[in-house]
């Protein structure tokens, strides 16, 4: 197979044999020169010093005297310049981020040479276009007649004039930074460009070697073909060598061909240049592949590898793997079949993907949301701090310490962490200790890294990739340091965490590492970039999505696509033309390919194949073969858990049943519906997960309402509690707000001694506490209306042993519950439940009804307070009227409220229908303790979306 850089190192050899130190070689990319030079010694006898080697942008900048700036001392220059001209109010932090597109748009203005006074002229009336842009193609012509028309005709005319207000002031805002950058001996990339070739028509420039060989570019902007114009014109020193194949070039439609169709016309290569150009004519065995994950994409790497089983693979330009997605790097490394020992990672690896600036982006959530005490300590919501404490980059440092404290953490509830408790190790110190100052956020992250770095410097030599990726970021780092201090000191100019945080994603999160490999050996892994020039016999690409290659992202602009069309500035199908012809120009030689698309639905990836991949299997000619890489997952339904019914889980039940521990009306609905619940929690007794709560959950919410309301009543027991007492209590704000506090310390933040001083309020648990201050107040009133009545009872814990038939043998089995409360109105005694959760009824028809197990709405709420009677009645030996009832908190705010339970749509006495209760009572108990009960799951599954063992069942 003849690759293009041999053929052009042929080539060159050819005509320079002796003088191969006096030209030059212009590459897309650094790689391609290292390819070529390894073609170009394959035809040397004997060493010789070699041709320069540079990339466009090298030499390009050579000819100026101007330094490119940073971006964030460039824009802060933009600020005061366009706040100069436009009077805004703007910060800058607000004009920072539109600062960026204006610099990017001057940037391309100058790459272009574009004739900014014009760009940013107000066409008013479109029949100055003729006159005014008379240089213009008619197309150009009519894109800007297209922006320009329907400007006029913009509703509302405000927006209009905001737009051309702003217009109007570019070309001066335009024309006066550059004036500034230029005497400061700074510019931007697009800056120095232009500097260079418009002072090639003021004086002639020196070009020093005897040729400059322009080899395998593509998308050129005007500068650079201005550049080479020059360059041509002078003793004809420039030779164009282009790579491309008929089958793109012919084709108008075809965007691959779309720059080279132009280079060639503009810059033709020379005619003694033989080049196959018609590569796709020749077979080639092409596959796409369907993978249904992303990273299960690498897995075609064996397969591929074993198919084409060639020994030539070692051989450097043999084979190549090319990421479009360069996150499936490492999925790729640990894809690459035993024994295969030569692999070369060409492309850079970005830093974003790697543990430590994960580990970065911890920190900075807690530079963004900390806060300071009242005595000026840094604190921060737990969370933020846990993720630290557990990444694996901390986790392992006094590993007893950190669990201790998470542990501590948990049991008291704590939401809000004092950062500087955290200083279990100095590196822990550091952390916790972060700076208050933007201008020492970045010497923070560096003294962190410097620790991690001398931590794991001396660590064996196979994991050096981590200390290498932290001295990366160490260095950009320092680079975003030194100008973040330069703009912060020289042009005293404030920056918030905002810009602050946006500058670091950019100098960090954007860095590379490049893996240092000898490029000359193995089989190649690379990025697309990477691929320009070089040509593979065998060709893995992976990724090959539609928004992976081409990408669909293109940089923001101020400038309207219409005028940057008409401006002949590029946009999203420049960007389009070229990734095709990236695409077509690999796969040109290519004789093996397989292309692997993840169709996998996630974040802004749809899913779907490339344009690309579509046209080779409908355009090319060739028998593209569609597979598709699956991943054997069991779509089997999980097993059913039962348990089967044993004399030891009697026993078990048994003899854990006693006065002190009775069977409780939650057990006994627990059983109702769902008795593997009932089996897990009271046979074998598993705890339910203790996790930390953010927000007062419903149980939490309800003990602290019972506390409140306990504590506010407890004086009146006894008595009689008239409606004054009740208003006493209600006016007291003070009294009301110390119990709700004390509950929340006790409930919510698991204070052993609250006390209502050392409980802070903030955030969602103010918002709880107004809640329960809204419901005490209103209980109170209902209250005050059914005043007077006698308050017999507060929380008070009652129990009964029942006559239950356990597998033949009559035993007694204790029942029993603690009562909300138990009031006397009259004659009658009102046994009181508390419900601060939903309540499916007021009403039942038959007893019966409450006893039928997995019942999908299960009147639980009136079988308790039914339980509640009788163990009240007894163990009181009452003989009056029982009346059971409900405060339902969500219904307090009714207007008839009435928490009585009706029977048949009637009010009852317990004592009605005692003994029916007790009957069925009786059985569902035996029924409980029986052998032969079996635990069976629900078949009601929305009952175990908030089940504490819902994992054990694989039931959500
Ligand atoms: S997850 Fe469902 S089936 Fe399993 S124990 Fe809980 S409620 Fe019962």
Same mark, same amino acid.
């Given at each position: ?77 933009l600020?005061?310049i366009f706040?100069k001209h436009t ?15 204006l610099l990017?748009d001057f940037n391309d203005i100058d790459?272009y040479l574009v004739n900014a006074r014009d760009l940013f002229t107000n066409v008013a009336?479109?029949?100055e276009?003729?006159?005014l842009f ?10 800007l007649?297209?922006?320009w ?14 737009f051309v207000s702003i217009w109007e002031k570019l070309y001066p805002v335009y024309a006066d930074f550059k004036k500034y950058l ?8 697009g800056m120095?460009?232009r ?84 590569? $796709? ?22 397969? $591929? ?253 101020f400038i309207p696509?219409?005028i940057r069309?008409g401006f002949?500035l ?134 602290? $309402? ?251």
């Amino acid at each position: 197979m003849e690759r293009f850089l041999s053929r052009c190192a042929e080539y060159i050899f050819e005509k320079h044999a002796g003088e191969l130190h006096e030209i030059c070689l212009i590459f897309p990319n650094r790689r391609s020169g290292v390819f070529f030079n390894s073609y170009l010694q394959t035809q040397l006898s004997e060493p010789v010093i070699g041709p320069q080697v540079t990339t466009i942008n090298q030499l390009i900048s050579g000819y100026s005297n101007l330094q490119q700036g940073e971006k964030l001392r460039l824009v802060s220059i933009l600020y005061d310049i366009f706040k100069k001209h436009t009077q805004t109010e703007e910060s800058f932090d607000d004009f920072y981020f539109w600062g960026e597109v204006l610099l990017s748009d001057f940037n391309d203005i100058d790459h272009y040479l574009v004739n900014a006074r014009d760009l940013f002229t107000n066409v008013a009336n479109l029949k100055e276009l003729e006159t005014l842009f008379d240089y213009l193609t008619p197309e150009q012509k009519k894109a800007l007649e297209r922006f320009w028309g329907s400007m006029a005709g913009t509703s509302p005319k405000a927006h209009h004039e905001k737009f051309v207000s702003i217009w109007e002031k570019l070309y001066p805002v335009y024309a006066d930074f550059k004036k500034y950058l230029q005497e400061q001996g700074m510019a931007y990339g697009g800056m120095v460009y232009r500097q260079v070739v418009e002072r090639f028509g003021e004086q002639e420039p020196k070009f020093e070697f005897k040729k400059y060989y322009i080899i395998g570019l593509n998308a050129l902007n005007r500068c650079e073909k201005v550049f080479f114009e020059t360059l041509k014109k002078q003793q004809d020193k420039a030779v164009f060598l282009w790579d491309y194949d008929t089958f793109y070039l012919n084709d108008v439609k075809n965007e691959a061909g779309r720059f080279i169709r132009d280079n060639l016309r503009q810059f033709p290569p020379p005619e003694d240049f033989n080049l196959n150009i018609s590569h $796709f004519s020749k077979k080639k065995n092409i596959r796409l592949v369907a993978v249904s994950s992303n990273y299960g994409q690498a897995q075609e790497i064996p397969r $591929f590898l074993e198919e084409i089983g060639s020994d030539l693979i070692n051989k450097f330009d043999n084979t190549a793997v090319v990421l479009a997605d360069e996150s499936l790097l490492f999925p790729v490394l640990g894809a690459i079949p035993e024994g295969f020992e030569t692999v070369n990672v060409t492309m850079g690896y970005p830093v974003k993907n790697a543990v430590v600036y994960g580990f970065l982006l911890l920190l900075v959530n807690i530079l963004k949301n900390l806060r300071r005490s009242e005595e000026g300590h840094p604190v921060v919501y737990h969370r933020f701090v846990t993720d630290v404490l557990n990444h694996q980059m901390l986790r392992n440092i006094e590993p007893e310490k950190n669990a201790r404290f998470l542990a501590d953490l948990k049991a008291n509830n704590r939401i809000s962490v004092y950062l500087k408790e955290i200083n279990f190790s100095p590196l822990h110190k550091l952390i916790f200790s972060p700076p208050e100052r933007v201008g020492d956020y970045s010497r923070y992250f560096l003294k962190i890294l410097g620790r991690f770095y001398d931590l794991l410097k001396d660590t064996e030599p196979e994991n050096q990739l981590l200390p290498e990726l932290i001295y990366s970021i160490y260095q950009s780092i320092e680079k975003l340091d030194a100008v973040v201090s330069d703009v912060l000191q020289t042009q005293n100019r404030k920056i918030s965490d905002a810009v602050y945080f946006r500058l670091f994603s950019q100098y960090v999160g954007q860095v590379s590492v490049a893996f240092e490999g000898e490029p000359l050996s193995g089989m190649q892994v690379m990025g697309v970039l990477e691929t320009r020039c070089l040509d593979f016999e065998n060709l893995i690409i992976l990724g090959l999505n539609e928004n992976k290659w081409p990408r669909t992202f293109t940089a923001p602009s101020f400038i309207p696509y219409n005028i940057r069309k008409g401006f002949g500035l590029p946009g999203i199908d420049e960007q389009d033309a070229m990734y095709a012809y990236y695409f077509y120009r690999l796969v040109q030689r290519a004789r093996n390919v397989s292309a692997t698309y993840s169709t996998l639905k996630e974040g802004i990836s749809t899913g779907e194949l490339s344009r690309f991949g579509y046209q080779l299997r409908y355009d090319s000619g060739f028998n593209v073969k569609n597979t598709t890489l699956d991943f054997p997952f069991s779509n089997e339904p999980a097993t059913p858990v039962l348990v089967p019914g044993s004399l030891e889980k009697t026993t078990v039940l048994l003899e854990n049943n006693s006065a002190k521990n009775p069977l409780s009306p939650t057990a006994m609905n627990t059983w109702l519906q769902c008795s593997l619940r009932f089996y897990f929690r009271y046979v074998l007794q598993l705890p339910e997960p203790d996790e930390m709560k953010d927000e007062i959950d419903s149980p939490v919410f309800g003990s602290i $309402f019972h506390e409140t309301i306990e504590n506010l009543y407890k004086p009146l027991l006894g008595k009689t509690v008239n409606r004054e007492d009740l208003e006493k209590i209600k006016k007291d704000k003070v009294l009301i707000e110390n119990e709700i506090r004390k509950a929340i310390g006790k409930y919510y933040f698991r204070q052993r001694e609250p006390g209502e001083k050392n409980v802070k309020l903030e955030g969602k648990t103010i918002l709880f506490f107004e809640n329960i201050k809204t419901f005490l107040q209103r209980l109170i009133d209902i209250d005050m209306e059914q005043a007077p009545f006698q308050l017999v009872s507060l929380e008070g814990n009652y129990q009964t042993a029942l006559d239950v038939n356990v597998n033949g043998k009559t035993v007694p089995v204790y029942i029993g519950g603690k009562i909300d409360r138990v009031d006397k109105i009259n004659d009658t005694l009102r046994i009181l439940d508390y419900k601060t959760g939903n309540v499916e009824s007021f009403s039942f028809k038959e007893v019966e009804e409450l006893f039928e197990k997995d019942r999908e709405k299960p009147k639980k709420e009136i079988l308790q307070a039914l339980v509640y009677c009788l163990i009240y009645k007894e163990n009181t030996k009452e003989t009056g009227h029982l009346q059971p009832a409900i405060y339902s908190l969500r219904r307090l705010f009714e207007d008839n409220f009435s928490p009585e339970i009706k029977w048949d749509k009637n009010m009852f006495s317990f004592d009605e229908m005692e003994a029916e209760f007790k009957e069925q009572l009786q059985d569902l108990v035996a029924e409980i303790f029986s052998s032969d009960s079996r635990f069976y799951q629900t078949p009601h599954e929305k009952l175990c979306g908030y089940c504490p063992y819902n994992k054990i069942c694989q039931r959500y």
